[in-house]
């Protein structure tokens, strides 16, 4: 099958990777369409020590499994698949079972391929009104929920986000839910305007006035670093009340992941450091449904998987939003005959 | 001035009640829309022993105040007037103030009148993209906001919201914000429709399989009484799993607001009962400007001031939603000039 492998320091297609084969318990999956994330990109420069077929993030139809419920189903499928009985487990804290492997980051090929497997038990059933190209951000999405399964964000708390890539816009879309007042800072206007337009305040992340997020000269509650770099701890810090929450959704590969940083300010400052990683699918699924996140405008650009090299390449250049690998087209000249649509930009 | 006063047992429009003024730190609020609440209903059953001006749900003009910058603006005012000096004031609690005043229900004149009075701290501006008759929710929609503010409802929580009234209808709206596993019991269908049709799944309260919300024999981590019922309070208990919130939004008349109850219940399955009443006015303002909350389709009726009387016979009627009364509006034959528009149905 055809599969973006990551291996001796590259991501390169192949087009005769060994197809997967799901042992027990598991789930074939033919891939529809696949999500390039950040965690990707920090894998090609070391993040996770990973080797082998990249991604994470899928909606795709269920081709062989034991549960006949799921057989020609469309699913999305959590990507933590752990031993099930160890004592993390055992408390429901699988996510972080230390035996766990994970979908295109640990020990479990990924899903910018033909075909993927997963446990039964990781997949969700996609509600028929949500489209594929919503579904595939089903697993950022509960990335984002996890701040709200973690964190109790009142109505009347302020709250900055931090960052406005694929996952600060969806962050900054899901805690906007909880009313709160809400300011997200980032580099990139367009990216701002997606949520301007949505009624989410923004603010330009080099406005000297970004301490002051209620235009009161007071602090935020809570803030959220989603920017992805080292440095949106100390920011995040600078922009938070005595006593406030800290959460830290950013990963970096180990080269550019170390910061010069004085824990004792977190101390003085009584602050809560939250890190915050996969979150709740079923929540995330709910919200799609409702239509109540918008996923569209978070789209660059959908590849065909014959052009996920490419595709790679431009998900790392800047200023560039999500980039989706379609696994069910092919372009001309290849093999297949499903379709022929070549890459769509938005 | 026009003002629908509740004294001696009886509720009233009375077209020459003295008009009020405002002292220092009060503004004098020229009323444009007011609901009538539950609560409204209950104060003429002999709740809170209150006698005066009814009504506390209104938007309106400021047409006195110290404060300029309010002078003309369009308003929504928080009900508690506290002392602003006591222990609880000091601590941020001026809602429970032992000296606080209450519009419409303790010591202070309501708004179902053609003019009140609040302290100028009360008012909130209301963006220009609200209508009045959205506007005209934010009491409502505050205090059902208040549920998350006192509880943590996580995205992959269960909650069941029992009683499709006014109140039941924002609370399950703002409670399905949050992501969570969400079902609404009522007995009206028509209004559990408003409901579905914003994907919020119900179900009718006599339904036999209520205490399985999510159809997998399980009960709820989290279940809201808003059926302004004493029963409601063992039905919602019924459907908590142990160690579970339950939150009550249920306040009574004395003479029908007692039931039989023996708490040691609540000991067994230790569960967490939560009184819930006022809530946040800026958080419901920004949900209102997003438009994340219906509330065209909960108004039943709008009526004149001066068909006050019946609008209150109506607003206590079976199935009725939300009746509004237009205090901008005169009906033919009556002084005015300003309007004509007589009842309108929805």
Redesign the interface.
Known sequence: MRALVYEENKVRLTKDYPEPKASAGEALIRVILAGICRTDLEISRGYMDFKGVLGHEFVGIVEESEDRALMGKRVVGEINAPCGICLYCQRGLGNHCPQRKVLGILGLDGCLADYCILPTNNLHLVPDSVPDEAAVFTEPLAAA?QI??QV?I???DSCVVIGDGKLGLLVAQ?V??????LLVMGHHQDKLDILNR??IQTKAADDRSHAEPGNKGKKADVVIDCTGKPEGLSQAISLLKPGGKLILKSTFAPQDGSLLFNPAMLVIDEINLIGSRC??F???L??L????IETSALISAIHPLDEAEAAFAEAGRRGILKVLVNSSQRTQGTQGTEGTQRTQRR
Not at 176 to 181: A, I, Q
Request: proline letters at 11%; one cysteine or more.
């Open positions: 929920l709200l399964e109790h009142k109505p009347t899901v906007s839910l909880t009313g709160c007042e949505r009624g979150g709740p079923a929540p995330a709910r919200l449904e409702r239509e109540l």
